[in-house]
């Protein structure tokens, strides 16, 4: 029996596990937001980055891949290195996987998919809502062991895009990281 895995962060980029199949599409009741701290990966625990988690919005949509993982191998070296990549997210659910807009029935059901949610004593890392300059400075400053944070947020800005999706709240924080470096660049001269 196959699994089947949903990105909606670098996962889109950079799966890290072997799959069979790729499916871009997305979930319904979802948004993509910039809340979850990352203190292991694009930030430090003294000052983390912020990476991105999904939460619940009804009519919102949140567009990403699916990984369908068929061998049983697979699976298990995809799970262990997903359970330690994804050890700051707190929860592992389930959803309804789409690929057509118009669509009523899911393409897949039952697609694994890690969130981090706000609860801050399952969750210490979870940074939580803030204005899109102070994402966007926090994002400039903080690196950690997988790079710069901006990079992530740049990497995965440039895939939605590939993708043909628009996520406004990835592309403002990404325009005000922009702006920022700009002026620093300006002040440095």
């Given at each position: 029996m196959?699994?089947?895995?949903?990105?909606?962060?670098?996962l889109i980029w950079k799966a890290g596990?072997?799959?069979?199949?790729?499916?871009?599409?997305?979930?319904?009741?979802y948004r993509r937001v910039f809340?979850?701290?990352?203190?292991?990966?694009?930030g430090t625990p003294e000052f983390p980055g912020r990476t991105v988690t999904l939460e619940p919005?009804?009519?919102?949509?949140?567009?990403?891949?699916?990984y369908k993982i068929s061998k049983k191998e697979d699976q298990e070296i995809a799970l262990t290195y997903l359970e330690v990549r994804?050890?700051?997210?707190?929860?592992k659910t389930y959803v309804d996987f789409f690929t057509e807009s118009s669509a009523t029935v899911p393409a897949v059901s039952g697609v694994m998919v890690y969130?981090?949610?706000?609860?801050?004593?399952?969750?210490?890392?979870?940074?939580?809502?803030?204005?899109t300059e102070e994402i966007a400075k926090q994002i400039?400053?903080?690196?950690?062991?997988?790079?710069?944070?901006?990079?992530?947020?740049?990497?995965l800005e440039k895939a939605l895009l590939e993708y043909g999706c628009k996520d406004e709240h990835v592309v403002d924080i990404a325009?005000?990281?922009?702006?920022?470096?700009?002026?620093?660049?300006?002040?440095?001269?």
């Open positions: 196959e699994i089947w895995v949903f990105g909606y962060g670098s596990f072997n799959y069979d199949e790729r499916l871009f599409g997305f979930v319904k009741g809340y979850q701290g990352s203190t292991d990966h694009r919005a009804e009519g919102e949509v949140c567009c990403g891949v699916a994804e050890k700051q997210y707190d929860q969130i981090a949610s706000p609860n801050k004593k399952l969750n210490v890392n979870y940074l939580g809502p803030a204005s400039v400053k903080a690196s950690g062991p997988s790079g710069p944070n901006r990079d992530y947020l740049f990497q325009n005000e990281v922009r702006r920022i470096l700009s002026e620093k660049e300006l002040t440095s001269e």
